[in-house]
T-cell receptor, first 115, second 115 residues
């Protein structure tokens, strides 16, 4: 089974802190994604990566950056955390970026609270 | 731009009743559609996906969805609800972006099942 592991289930950080959310997948997937989930808004794509050191902005990249130094690991960075970044963050991965019918596999999510 | 709209943010059914969760898509090309389920405090799990091989798609846990091009719909159904079906359900469409595919999600429908 595909496993996508997020390093923390719950995090509490202070405003202005630099925050790192880590994600690791074990299926050699090319694609990796970071979404944030908010009530009534569904999942919104922050960034995605289709290869090592490659990244693309999603729909809401402001205030975030990402790093992909190894194929299995994709990190989301909040440069200076703010209270409006309090949310559930979901990492996902998928195989074969050239096929449209490929599903994504999700981690358990990290619930981040910024105080 | 391709998108999905889920009608009804909350649906409540009795145990044993029919479950119907609605999803309409907007796409100028044949869409690749997915339904995911999220149980409390967990990540998303794939229920089923439409890939144009058949209009009626069967998924896990007794769920199925029918693709209707004339109605631009991909509604999710289950003949008889079980208490364990209580969760949030997301419809998604695969879109092409800069040569790569990514999933765009609807806002979600929370299903409540009461005795």
């Amino acid at each position: 089974d595909v496993k996508v592991t997020q390093s923390s289930r719950y995090l509490v950080k202070r405003t202005g802190e630099k925050v790192f959310l880590e994600c690791v997948q074990d299926m050699d997937h090319e694609n990796m994604f970071w979404y944030r989930q908010d009530p009534g808004l569904g999942l919104r794509l922050i960034y995605f990566s289709y290869d090592v050191k490659m990244k693309e902005k999603g729909d809401i990249p402001e205030g975030y950056s990402v790093s992909r130094e190894k194929k299995e690991r994709f990190s989301l960075i909040l440069e200076s955390a703010s209270t409006n970044q309090t949310s559930m963050y979901l990492c996902a991965s998928s195989f074969n970026p050239g096929r449209m019918n490929t599903e994504a596999f999700f981690g358990q999510g990290t619930r981040l609270t910024v105080v | 731009a391709q998108s999905v709209t889920q009608l009804g943010s909350h649906v409540s059914v009795s145990e044993g009743a029919l479950v119907l969760l609605r999803c309409n898509y907007s796409s100028s090309v044949p869409p690749y559609l997915f339904w995911y389920v999220q149980y409390p405090n967990q990540g998303l799990q794939l229920l089923l996906k439409y890939t144009s091989a058949a209009t009626l798609v069967k998924g896990i846990n007794g769920f199925e969805a029918e693709f209707k091009k004339s109605e631009t719909s991909f509604h999710l159904t289950k003949p008889s609800a079980h208490m364990s079906d209580a969760a949030e359900y997301f419809c998604a469409v695969s879109v092409r972006s800069g040569g790569y595919n990514k999933l765009i999600f609807g806002a979600g429908t929370r299903l409540a099942v009461h005795p």
